[in-house]
């Protein structure tokens, strides 16, 4: 309180007399955060940073996506050391104890466990994403099927071996190895039943149908949703059987509870629709309509991306975090930017966690409406620079939080691309607010839709699926939508099909983001700092945890909505008349 702000500046300067001694100048200022834990800042930073990035010590392979060759490999190593885990793990709880030895032995299968999972996901990686280059090659069609019918194998017998040292003498050993309660999830693990197995290879099968058909041309929006629509139509139904497989009545309840494992339900969540639906509509048709009409002859302008990210990674005016991730990238060359025919058109950013770098794909455009899923994307890939999770903590990150990262520096930092681009600095920025509040509702109905697609009775068809979408986009005042079809496009959403109940994350992620946001119009240097304090909390964090941790709690609240509608109407739409 009143206390902790006198004492802060006194603190802070002494402290930073101490750090620049130490670091011999290269950090001359240290800030206070709210706990007064300090965050050093080097001259001429824009923004300061956690001592915990300072002091993260990641080990990297140095190279580029292309020198990453997993063209061989097949599993065997990794197979070899989950049959010798199983089997130590069976001998030492018939012999009820475990010698010194075995436990030697024990500890270094462990290391060799973690070590090729992490080589199995990176070859894994790999083999999707050269996949989605060029979907009509069958060979890699063949690679990436492999590895999924891989994953359900050996996925189940690396669990097994570590639900068996769970209930063996090792037991203790293996929570000290792995370091975090994590590894308890996986006591009593059994083998997943034969049918279990079946419906996600089915599964795998169709989402693989569903890519090579994503990037067919199509006559009109009808022909479209026709070929598309099936394929998502199968897949709801397949994993109906799935949920219920696992114990659950609902598609939608086993997504929130057992996929994504959401600290929020379902009833929340739709509250905050409820909230959108009642102050964002209007706004977000203006800020669309005003990106339109007076910026989109200057966002049409051609672009090098692979250009834009050499100049973000000089850009002073960025947190020091952000121009590490982005140099590293460029000079690793740990980005994939394509505009072919055959490419999937999406954009992501993923993880090589064997060789502890991350890479972002990126179907282009070629216009300035590149830079925006570029910052997007570069949130993202400045989270998994910085993370410290591995392969198997990695998984446990909450999607809600991660699209936080990358949609707050979308549209916090759009500003700072006026200095790159004067020309079309002012497009970018408000692109990047319509993006967001297109986020909210666009995405927002998307997500009512396919819960509705899981929720109804009946077996679904695409007849009742298109006129769910028909409904759901009226209620959202998507009407627009409905002209020449327009709404069928719907299919072409690639998460509906891939990544089933993910729009939520999108929705939710964007509220605290935007909270941000607000706060940066009355000190923007203290929320750009929370933001990237954001971008390095735990993996583990849950998403409303970490709304309390950062005192982002008021964005739940329907009042947050009034709030940000006044000041995006404010600084955006108060001198423009749509017409």
């Not at 800030?31 to 300061?48: C, E, H, K, Q, Y």
């Not at 209930?167 to 792995?178: C, G, T, W, Y």
């Not at 009593?188 to 049918?195: A, D, F, K, L, V």
């Not at 139904?237 to 799935?242: A, H, S």
Request: charge should be negative; proline fraction near 2%.
């Amino acid at each position: 309180g009143e206390l902790q702000q006198r004492l802060s500046p006194r603190l802070a300067q002494k402290a930073a007399e101490y750090f620049s001694f130490l670091t011999d100048g290269r950090y001359d200022e240290l800030t206070l955060s709210r706990d007064l834990s300090p965050r050093p800042r080097r001259t001429g930073d824009a923004v300061g940073w956690e001592t915990d990035y300072l002091s993260r010590e990641i080990k990297r392979a140095d190279i580029s996506y292309d020198e990453m060759d997993y063209s061989e490999y097949d599993g065997s190593t990794w197979d070899a050391v989950i049959v010798e885990m199983t089997e130590l793990a069976k001998s030492t709880t018939q012999a009820g104890e475990a010698t010194d030895g075995e436990k030697a032995r024990f500890a270094e299968l462990y290391d060799m466990t973690m070590n090729e999972y992490a080589k199995f996901v990176s070859a894994y990686v790999k083999a999707e994403v050269d996949s989605y280059l060029n979907v009509n090659d069958e060979e890699k069609a063949d690679r990436l099927t492999w590895f999924d019918e891989m994953s359900v194998d050996l996925g189940d017998r690396f669990g097994i071996s570590l639900g068996l040292a769970l209930e063996s003498p090792l037991r203790d050993l293996l929570i000290e190895l792995h370091g975090d309660d994590t590894i308890l999830d996986y006591e009593g693990y059994t083998e997943s039943n034969e049918y279990l197995n079946s419906l996600h290879v089915q599964e795998d099968a169709l989402m693989q149908t569903y890519d090579n058909l994503s990037v067919q041309e199509y006559d009109n929006y009808e022909q479209m949703n026709e070929a598309l629509g099936n394929v998502i139509v199968q897949l709801v139904e397949l994993r109906k059987k799935i949920a219920a497989e696992n114990g659950y009545d609902d598609y939608v309840d086993y997504g929130f509870e057992a996929v994504y494992e959401r600290d929020y339900t379902q009833e929340e969540y739709a509250q905050i629709t409820e909230y959108i639906k009642e102050y964002m509509l209007g706004t977000e048709y203006q800020m669309e309509y005003l990106e339109y009409y007076r910026y989109d002859r200057t966002l049409s302008k051609s672009v090098d991306l692979e250009e834009v990210l050499k100049k973000l990674s000089e850009m002073e005016q960025l947190p020091q975090l952000s121009r590490d991730a982005f140099a590293y990238m460029y000079e690793h060359g740990l980005y994939i930017f394509t505009d072919s025919d055959d490419s999937v058109e999406m954009a992501f950013t993923t993880m090589m966690y064997a060789e502890n770098e991350p890479i972002i794909y990126i179907h282009t455009s070629g216009t300035l409406r590149d830079i925006g899923t570029l910052l997007h994307e570069g949130g993202h890939y400045q989270h998994f620079f910085a993370s410290k999770a591995n392969a198997f903590t990695g998984g446990y990150a909450s999607l809600d939080i991660e699209e936080t990262h990358s949609n707050g520096f979308h549209f916090l930092f759009a500003d700072e691309l006026e200095e790159l681009y004067p020309e079309a600095g002012k497009a970018i920025e408000v692109a990047a607010m319509s993006d967001a509040l297109y986020t909210l509702v666009y995405e927002s109905w998307l997500s009512d839709l396919e819960h509705a697609l899981y929720q109804t009775g009946d077996t679904l068809t695409l007849e009742k699926a298109n006129e769910i979408a028909r409904e759901t986009a009226k209620e959202y005042g998507l009407d627009y939508l409905l002209n020449d079809n327009y709404y069928m496009v719907w299919v072409t959403v690639n998460h509906i099909a891939t990544s089933p109940i993910y729009q939520v994350s999108y929705v939710m992620s964007v509220l605290p983001a935007l909270g941000i946001w607000m706060e940066s119009c009355e000190n923007e240097e203290a929320a750009e700092d929370k933001l990237m304090e954001i971008m390095l909390i735990d993996t583990f964090a849950d998403y409303k945890e970490m709304l309390a941790d950062y005192g982002l709690e008021y964005v739940l609240e329907e009042q947050f909505y009034s709030d940000l509608n006044d000041l995006i109407t404010e600084k955006y739409l108060a001198d423009f008349k749509m017409k």
